[in-house]
């Protein structure tokens, strides 16, 4: 069964302090990727997707990540981030159409 | 415009009562999605609907009903309210389920509280 995994449950960082945010999923096929973020009460938005080619995706806000497919991975990196980051963090794999997994989400907290 | 809209937003009852949420799209998107989101912010898919059909019905109790009257439209109708069913439930939507490759864009959530 495709499952993915989000080992940092609660990150906390110091503004202005680079963050990469870990996501491994387990499926031998094809896969679609993506982060989404859900902000302090609101819904989830997507930051970023991969699907094919460059396996490094840039998103909004500046965050990006990174497909390593040997590595099943696809963490999610910002140089420097700002106390307006502060948000849940899911990772989520497409490997059935119309079927997205979602990890377990990381929560980041950025101290002013 | 709300592009993903979903009502009540909260949603306070008792045990054993029956309720509804409803969710509407206007993106002309052709499938629509629930997933519940627990206490620990985990979110899970309960069902998939593409053009008013059933795609996909994850392991749901069948107190759970799903009713899509447009492709606009999914509501989510829950009988006999348990307090396991206390969480927050997202309705969204995306413009082709077959592809993968589609964006789902969410609603705000219905936040419901068993007591």
């Known amino acids: 069964a495709q499952s993915v995994s989000q080992h940092n449950h609660h990150v906390i960082l110091s503004e202005a302090a680079s963050l990469e945010l870990g996501c491994n999923y387990s499926y031998g096929g094809t896969v679609n990727l993506f982060w989404y973020v859900q902000y302090p009460g609101q819904h989830l938005q997507l930051l970023l997707k991969?699907?094919?080619?460059?396996?490094l995706v840039k998103g909004i806000k500046g965050f990006e990540a990174e497909f390593i497919k040997s590595k099943f991975s696809f963490n999610l990196r910002k140089p420097s981030v700002q106390w307006s980051d502060t948000a849940e963090y899911f990772c989520?794999?497409?490997?059935?159409?119309?079927?997205?997994?979602f990890g377990s989400g990381t929560r980041l907290s950025i101290r002013p | 415009d709300t592009a993903v809209s979903q009502t009540p937003k909260y949603l306070v009852t008792q045990m054993g009562n029956d309720k509804s949420i409803k969710c509407e799209q206007n993106l002309g998107h052709d499938t629509m999605y629930w997933y519940k989101q627990d206490s620990k912010k985990f979110l899970k898919i309960m069902f998939s609907y593409n053009n008013k059909e059933l795609i996909i019905n994850e392991t749901v109790p069948n107190r759970f009903s799903p009713k899509s009257p447009d492709k606009a439209h999914l509501n989510l109708h829950i009988n006999s309210l348990e307090l396991g069913d206390s969480a927050v439930y997202f309705c969204?939507?995306?413009?082709?389920?077959?592809?993968?490759?589609?964006?789902?864009?969410f609603g705000p959530g219905t936040r419901l509280l068993v007591l």
């Open positions: 989520a794999v497409n490997a059935e159409a119309s079927k997205i997994i």
């Open positions: 969204a939507s995306s413009q082709d389920s077959t592809s993968g490759e589609e964006t789902q864009y």
């Open positions: 991969y699907f094919s080619g460059d396996p």
